[in-house]
């Protein structure tokens, strides 16, 4: 069974998370180890990270990532951008490392005009400084796959496979899989056929061992509309299907899948009830299965 978790929020200091994962009884959990709208945070304290590394262990939670500020974009030739960008993505980079987090996921950037070709080779000039500054780093970057809105990279296969061949430490990458981003990309994966050729197609171009989590959202708009949109799942474009195919998927059988999906006023409601659908459509194989013993 995949490990289901959520982006959960870390008001009141990282380890807060904690407590609010275990509500949602969330086996993986997505957090911002800062404001995500602001270039620079405070430190961590040591009482802070020794609570959230104790609470991760206490509650089982078998996945942690956090995710980069929104404000990041490698990819930008600004020079003045381009150097808060790589300051802040080693800051998160260092802050994940002292939470022991698996993974820091991250928007590939916005090539600004540049051209997507240019954008890839800046994004990985700039991976390759940070992989020097950060040797010995558990920690993995994950580039998230993204729905293409304005000139953001990152919404075909090609982008991040030529992004894993560019890097000097490949071994310190791998992809996330965003279920919105792929569909407003143009993959659908809402039918079983689009399920099953998006994923060999995966496979080919990039490989699916470079999978390591996915981000589960349905989306708002249409199929290749290039418009990154979260609704909650089985509510959107892609409906039930999509990801009753995703989830019972035994290639990813052990995969974290987090939600990012509307979380309104009430994310204890809101969440609870995606996460809950989500087993829901788990249960129903189960189900299938059993029913077709003899
Ligand atoms: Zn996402
Ligand atoms: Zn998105």
């Not at 929104?70 to 300051?87: A, G, P, Q, V």
């Not at 979380?263 to 989500?278: P, R, T």
């Amino acid at each position: 069974m995949p490990l289901f978790g959520a982006h959960i929020s870390t008001s009141g200091g990282v380890e807060k998370s904690i407590e609010r994962a275990i509500e949602l009884n969330c086996e993986a959990i997505q957090i911002f180890t800062k404001n995500n709208n602001q270039w620079n945070g405070k430190p961590l304290t040591e009482e802070s990270i020794k609570a959230f590394k104790d609470g991760v262990k206490k509650a089982k939670i078998k996945v942690t990532n956090s995710h980069d500020s929104y404000l990041i974009n490698l990819c930008s030739t600004d020079k003045n951008i381009s150097k808060k960008s790589h300051d802040a993505f080693l800051d998160e980079l260092n802050r994940a490392e002292e939470l022991a987090l698996d993974y820091v996921v991250m928007h590939p950037g916005a090539h600004l005009g540049k051209g997507e070709s240019a954008g890839l080779k800046t994004l990985t000039r700039a991976f390759n400084n940070l992989m020097k500054e950060t040797r010995g780093y558990k920690v993995l970057t994950l580039i998230e796959s993204t729905a293409g809105q304005g000139s953001n990279i990152g919404y075909k296969f090609e982008h991040l496979k030529e992004i894993l061949d560019g890097v000097t430490e490949p071994e310190r990458f791998g992809v996330c899989l965003d279920t919105c981003h792929l569909y407003a990309a143009g993959y659908d994966i809402s039918t079983k056929d689009g399920y099953e050729k998006t994923f060999s197609e995966f496979n080919k171009i990039v490989g699916i061992k470079q999978i390591k989590m996915f981000h589960l959202n349905d989306s708002k708009r249409e199929l290749a509309s290039r418009v990154d949109r979260h609704e909650h799942i089985g509510e959107g474009k892609i409906g039930r299907d999509g990801f009753k195919f995703l989830v019972n998927d035994q290639r990813f059988k052990n995969h974290a899948m987090i939600i990012e999906t509307p979380k309104e006023d009430d994310f204890m409601k809101f969440d609870s009830k995606n996460l809950n659908f989500l087993k829901s459509l788990l249960k129903e194989r189960i189900h299938v299965a059993h029913s077709a013993v003899p």
